[in-house]
């Protein structure tokens, strides 16, 4: 499915061009989150990335057991 509604990425409105902003003239982005699937293929890569960057506080990695 097409999103057709794009958000300014620095004052906020929403519009329908896919470029830039007609306000400010700021790059556009998709507003909407992206689908939820139960089969995430890509779950164990995120909690690695959020884990080692720090916004996920964990006591216990659980992918990587020493």
Do not use: A, Q
């Amino acid at each position: 499915m097409k999103w057709l509604m794009r958000k300014c990425s620095r004052c906020g409105r929403y519009t329908l061009r896919r470029d830039k902003c007609p306000v400010c003239g700021s790059p556009v982005i998709v507003p909407h989150p992206p689908r939820f699937s139960p089969e995430d293929k890509y779950l164990k890569y995120r909690l690695e990335m959020k884990i080692s960057s720090g916004l996920l506080k964990l006591d216990k990695n659980p992918f990587f057991d020493p």
